[in-house]
């Protein structure tokens, strides 16, 4: 069935420093990809997604391609923040049934002043 | 963004018992509601989906007569463990797509339920 694999936390960095948080993925169909992220003490929320091949999705400085040729959705940020501290999850759609979402294991970020 | 609620936060239970989790969504209706639930340094695995009217669609392997799912209005779900043990320890987390999303793909999470079974 589908999945997905991401980097394994915990990541520690420095404010300012540069972000990627790996994710790949195996998929008979064509999913579409999220990263949700979730901050302390909050439910999930919706980061970015991309619906299809070479799409890029970004919000709030963050940005990820989706890549068939390497079934690849890396998270990147140029400057991260104290305030991006958080959980993050990488995800898909279920080729099989749209409503279902398959979750990689999370990756967390902590970031120094 | 729409808000999910979760009631308790946390809940801690002696073996044998059941718990009732709630799943309110705030400020929207949702005809669908989603249980996860998540173990340490794991991913969020679905349990089952609710259905307002109907009933709930289980995942493979996962007990319905244990995990009991009850959709009582369009904004509300909720999950009772039956005769609780130890191994269903774990992190409960709902989820719906407002009412009218054909995807479902625009999810909004609750912030979970911790419940730790002694």
């Known amino acids: 069935g589908d999945s997905v694999t991401q980097m394994e936390g915990p990541v520690t960095l420095s404010e300012e420093a540069f972000l990627t948080i790996n994710c790949t993925y195996t998929?008979?169909?064509?999913?579409?990809l999220f990263w949700y992220v979730q901050y302390p003490g909050e439910g999930l929320q919706l980061l970015l997604k991309?619906?299809?091949?070479?799409d890029k999705g970004s919000n709030k400085g963050f940005e990820a391609t989706y890549r068939k040729e390497t079934t690849s959705f890396h998270l990147e940020k140029g400057s991260v923040q104290v305030s991006d501290s958080a959980v993050y999850f990488c995800a898909l759609s279920d080729s099989s049934s749209a409503s279902k979402i398959i979750f990689g294991s999370g990756t967390r970020l902590s970031i120094r002043p | 963004g729409a808000v999910v609620s979760q009631h308790p936060s946390r809940v801690i239970c002696k073996s044998g018992t059941s718990v009732k989790i709630e799943c309110r969504s705030l400020?929207?209706?949702?005809?669908?509601m989603f249980w996860y639930r998540q173990f340490p340094k794991q991913s969020l695995m679905l349990m089952a989906t609710s259905n307002e009217g109907s009933k709930a669609t289980y995942e493979q392997g996962v007990e319905k007569d244990k995990f009991l799912i009850n959709h009582a209005s369009l904004t509300l779900s909720t999950l009772t463990v039956t005769s609780a043990h130890p191994e269903d320890s774990s992190f409960y987390i709902c989820s719906a797509p407002p009412k009218g999303e054909r995807s479902y793909n625009e999810q909004f999470f609750g912030p979970g339920t911790r419940l730790t079974v002694l």
């Open positions: 998929a008979t169909g064509y999913p579409s």
């Open positions: 400020d929207f209706q949702a005809t669908t």
């Open positions: 991309a619906t299809k091949a070479d």
